[in-house]
C-alpha cells in the first residue's frame, strides 16, 4: 500500500527565508503528485501538479520536483513571506485515489 | 467560476442519526472524490466517482457509509446512524479528469456527532 510520509511535520521561520518541504512515497507506481495548501478550517488549494514524466514544476516563488525512482518531491518556497504560512500537503495520484501525507504546518514569522 | 461547493458546512447530529452531506463539483469535471480529514490525521479516502463507471467504494469504513452521484454531477454522502467516532471534516473534491487534471477542494462539512 501506498505511503506518503512528509518531513518536518512542523516548521517556523523569519519572514524572507528560502525553504524546502519534502515528501516521499513507497510506491513508484504514480500517475502525478500534487501539492497542495490546506488554511485553518479550509479546504486545499492547489498548487503545483507534477505529471510523473515531468521532473518539476514552478508557479511564481514555488518550485516543485519529483524524483520517482527515489520516491521524493520536494517543494521549494523562495522568499517567505507571512502569508505563505498554513499546512502544505502532498498528495501521489494512485489508481482511482490520491494517497496524502500528513503535512508540514509552516509559520512564517514577520 | 464557480469551485466545489458542499453543503451544509457545519452539522451537529446526534449519535444514532442519519445524516446527508452535499458536494456540487465544478461544472464539466467528470472526476468526484470524497475525503474524510479527522482532528490530527491524514487526509482518508471515501469513495471515487468517475464519469458513468461503477464508483470505487472501496475506502467507505462501514456499511453505515454510502455515496451516489445523480447524473454525473451532484454527489450526496449519506451516514446512517452515526456514531461519535464519525466526528470529522468531510472533503469533496473534483478533477476535469481522473488521471492529469488537478484536484479541487470544498470547503468541506465538519460533522460533529454527540
Known amino acids: 500500500k501506498q505511503e506518503v510520509t512528509q518531513i518536518p511535520a512542523a516548521l517556523s521561520v523569519p519572514e524572507g527565508e528560502n525553504l524546502v518541504l519534502n515528501c516521499s512515497f513507497t510506491d513508484s507506481a504514480i500517475y502525478n503528485l500534487q501539492w497542495f495548501r490546506q488554511d485553518p478550517g479550509k479546504g486545499l488549494t492547489s498548487l503545483l501538479l507534477i505529471q510523473s514524466s515531468q521532473r518539476e514544476q514552478t508557479s511564481g516563488r514555488l518550485n516543485a520536483s519529483l524524483d520517482k525512482s527515489s520516491g521524493r518531491s520536494t517543494l521549494y518556497i523562495a522568499a517567505s513571506q507571512p502569508g505563505d504560512s498554513a499546512t502544505y500537503l502532498c498528495a501521489v495520484k494512485g489508481f482511482n485515489k490520491f494517497y496524502f501525507g500528513s503535512g508540514t504546518k509552516l509559520n512564517v514569522k514577520p | 467560476g464557480a469551485g466545489v461547493s458542499q453543503s451544509p458546512s457545519n452539522k451537529v447530529t446526534e449519535k444514532g442519526k442519519d445524516v446527508e452531506l452535499r458536494c456540487d463539483p465544478i461544472?464539466?469535471?467528470?472526476?468526484l472524490y470524497w475525503y474524510r480529514q479527522s482532528l490530527g490525521q491524514g487526509l482518508e479516502f471515501l469513495i471515487y466517482?468517475?464519469?458513468?463507471?461503477?464508483?470505487?467504494k472501496s475506502g467507505l469504513p462501514s456499511d453505515r457509509f454510502s455515496a451516489e452521484r445523480t447524473g454525473g454531477s451532484v454527489s450526496t454522502l449519506t451516514i446512517q446512524r452515526t456514531q461519535q467516532e464519525d466526528s470529522a471534516v468531510y472533503l469533496c473534491a473534483s478533477s476535469l479528469t481522473g488521471s492529469d487534471s488537478p484536484l479541487h477542494f470544498g470547503n468541506g462539512t465538519r460533522l460533529t456527532v454527540t
Open positions: 466517482f468517475q464519469g458513468n463507471s461503477a464508483p470505487d
Open positions: 461544472s464539466g469535471h467528470t472526476a
